[in-house]
């Protein structure tokens, strides 16, 4: 009788640990979890551990607010938070670079600095520099207002690989058949500057004058600048910011030009800083031309001074 009832017992408990068991091997652990449709609850359980399900549960993190990031490479559900912040203030990256700036921002602990930067730097732009530095002065920093007329840049500020905007063609003066981009801002007056030197100097004397350079990208001047040390370093150009732009003649002396007293006397009045270029023999009669708008060009007209000194830097 005694035998008959133990095993009894230990039937009951083997039934009971089966059910437990199948019981347990069906369990939905997002039974708890308010998902929003049946794509959404497979996902979660391709992509999320038990851990990162319980988190979910946990703090009640909804769908919505990480599902479109779960399957892109890199994802952390931790990092929820972090890339709706991300998302929010680099509205314009797709859900794959969100993933993969934000993360490359939290393991330099950047995201702040990112930030500060986004309303004047593309986010690729961002992550270069946080990353590398400035490749040709590591004590060099990034400035907060490359698209500003006033910015500044020397050997110890960069841009770093930025690109401006808007960017037109200059279509209105030779360019010796090259294909010369400025920023829009400085289109304008140096057209209206073209167009009077044209009427007090007259037509033989402009067609004489081009541009040898305007905006020059990153990538040419580091070509540039590995083969001749006399130019800026890439970064380090008002060429690379489209504000400024280089001025020859096709014969004769520069310097000794109608065409570069007039400018001289003139430039001012359009914005523009006038200033010579150093270098090989080569850049020694061409002469650089940097807008910086009439107030600041008046004032370093009237009292002889350099872009620097006019921007206080």
């Given amino acids: 009788m005694k035998l008959k009832r133990i095993m009894l017992v230990l039937s009951i408990i083997l039934i009971f640990m089966g ?12 039974s708890r979890y308010p998902y929003e449709s049946e794509k959404d609850r497979q996902l979660i359980k391709k992509y999320l551990n038990t851990n990162e399900i319980e988190y979910i549960i946990e703090y009640s993190i909804a769908p919505v607010e990480f599902i479109r990031y779960i399957d892109k490479p890199g994802f952390n559900i931790y990092h929820t938070d972090k890339y709706k912040y991300i998302s929010d203030v680099f509205w314009y990256l797709d859900d794959t670079n969100v993933v993969s700036f934000t993360e490359d921002l939290i393991r330099l602990d950047k995201i702040d600095e990112a930030v500060n930067l986004s309303l004047e730097y593309y986010y690729n732009e961002i992550i270069f520099f946080l990353k590398n530095g400035d490749v ?8 907060d207002n490359p698209n500003s007329i006033y910015a500044y840049l020397d050997e110890n500020h960069t841009v770093s690989i930025r690109n401006p905007y808007p960017l037109v063609r200059v279509d209105f003066i030779d360019t010796n058949d090259a294909d010369i981009y400025i920023r829009d801002v400085v289109y304008e007056p140096l057209k209206k500057m073209y167009e009077t030197m044209i009427s007090d100097l007259s037509k033989r004397y402009t067609d004489n004058l ?3 350079n305007g ?9 540039l600048y590995d083969n001749d040390k006399s130019w800026d370093m890439p970064g380090h150009s008002d060429h690379q910011l489209g504000l400024a732009f280089d001025l020859a003649l096709k014969s004769g002396d520069y310097e000794t030009s109608k065409q570069f007293a007039w400018i001289k006397e003139n430039a001012y009045k359009y914005g523009f800083i006038v200033n010579k270029n150093e270098g090989d023999m080569e850049k020694d009669s061409i002469f650089h031309l940097r807008y910086v708008g009439y107030d600041l060009a008046l004032r370093a007209y009237e009292n ?3 872009l620097k000194e006019v921007l206080n830097k």
């Fill in 210 to 212: 081009y541009i040898s």
């Fill in 215 to 223: 905006y020059i990208s990153y990538d040419m001047l580091v070509e």
């Fill in 136 to 143: 040709y002065n590591k004590s060099a920093v990034l400035i």
């Fill in 19 to 30: 059910c437990f068991m199948r019981m347990n091997k069906n369990f939905d652990s997002l």
């Fill in 304 to 306: 002889n001074l350099t």
